[in-house]
Every structure is written in C-alpha cells, then in structure tokens.
C-alpha cells in the first residue's frame, strides 16, 4: 500500500511569491491534515480536510490556504511568502472520520526554502 | 487548543541505558494521547497511543508509556536504548486537533 506522497520534496522561492504543495493521501483515507515543521516551533497544526471541506483550521494567517478534491488528494498554498515561512511542511492522512483519532500517517514533507 | 510541553530537548544516553522523555498537557476532558517518532532521515510516524483503559500502554520496538491523568502527563519508556533509538521523539495530544510538543531529540550513543 503506497504511503502519504507529497510533491515537491524541495523548493527554493522569493519573498512575495507564492507555492502550492500537493499531498496525495493513502488509498482509502479521507482526512488530510497539514502541519509546519521549524526547529524553534516544532509542529504547528495548520488545517484539516474531510471529504473536501475543511474541519478544522489552526493559528495561521489568511495567506496559508488548502483545498482537497473529490479523490482526497489536498494542495496547500502560500501567497506573498515571507522569510518565515521557510519550514517542513507535512501532509498526513487519517483514515478516521475525525482528526481527533490522532492515529496519522505522514508523508516525508515538501522543504520551502523563502530567500 | 491544548498546549503540550515536552520537559527535554535533547537527550543523550549511552546503550542500554534507560529513558523516560516527560510529556504534559494542558488540560483535562477526554483527550487521545500519542507518542510520534521521527528517525534521521525518515518521516514521522506512530510510537503507539492512548485511546482509554489500561494507562500503561506497549508501542512498537519496546516503548511504553504510561497515562497518568491526575497529573496530565504521558511519559514515554523504554527500559535500555539501542543506537536505533536515535530520532527525534514527539508527544501529541487530540481533542479536536492534534496538538505537538516541541519534540526532544534523543542522541545514543553506542
């Protein structure tokens, strides 16, 4: 069984450009989460969909964005990117019906690098 | 949004050697409870969890954790450490979301 894909592993962008990150879940899963990685922040909680609606979103400005589609695959984007914005970000897939079982598998993350 | 803090940033033990890495959360109600490890090089992935009943629960390669509810903790064991163990090591706590600790990295050395 394939796991969590998620595309591009690596990306170098500007500031004031935006990126949009695909995250392509585990056969059968219908939530999709999406977390940043920074080493001073650990892993903040960026939002969460079920079957192509949002559920449940985290503390991040209005320029972080996502959407799923119909066969569960999810993109997250980032609009007017900042220095700050440089981190892991990691998709991860559930096969509950809420994101509340904790029980996710990730993908191995996409690198934004913001110069 | 519960907060989870995680008592150690970064530990360095030698084989065989005993670990326990703090996790504390932030408040009560019915909450899940997940231990995620992160080996160098690898994705994140489930060290075992706490849904309800026995508070002592048995992962995967020796790890156990124990749910201590009155103090709001789920500490992490394993009784001697390998030089595989090395990862970064994450507490995790779902109510409506899953919340992170900031991790502790653990470093052994063989």
């Known amino acids: 069984k394939a796991g969590v894909t998620q595309t591009p592993r690596y990306l170098i962008k500007t500031r004031g450009q935006q990126v949009t990150l695909s995250c392509s879940p585990i056969s059968g899963h219908r939530s999709v989460s999406w977390y940043q990685q920074t080493p001073g922040q650990g892993l903040q909680f960026l939002f969460e969909?079920?079957?192509?609606?949002?559920?449940n979103k985290g503390n991040f400005p209005g320029r972080f964005s996502g959407r799923q589609f119909s066969n569960s695959r999810s993109e997250m984007n980032v609009s007017t990117l900042e220095l700050g914005d440089s981190a892991l970000y990691l998709c991860a897939s559930s096969s509950g019906q809420g994101l509340s079982t904790g029980e996710l598998f990730f993908g191995e993350g996409s690198r934004l690098t913001v110069l | 949004a519960q907060s989870v803090s995680q008592h150690n940033h970064h530990v360095i033990l030698s084989e065989a050697a005993s670990l326990e890495l703090g996790c504390n959360y932030s408040?009560?109600?019915?909450?899940?409870l997940f231990w995620y490890v992160q080996y160098p090089g690898q994705h994140l992935q489930l060290l075992l969890k706490y849904f309800s009943g026995d508070p002592l629960v048995k992962g995967i390669k020796g790890f156990e954790a124990e749910f201590i509810k009155s103090k709001f903790s789920f500490n992490l064991r394993k009784p001697s450490v390998q030089w595989s163990d090395t990862a970064e090591y994450f507490c995790a706590v779902s109510d409506y979301k899953l919340s992170f600790g900031a991790g502790t990295t653990v470093t052994v050395r063989a």
């Open positions: 969909y079920f079957s192509e609606t949002q559920r």
């Open positions: 408040y009560g109600g019915t909450v899940n």
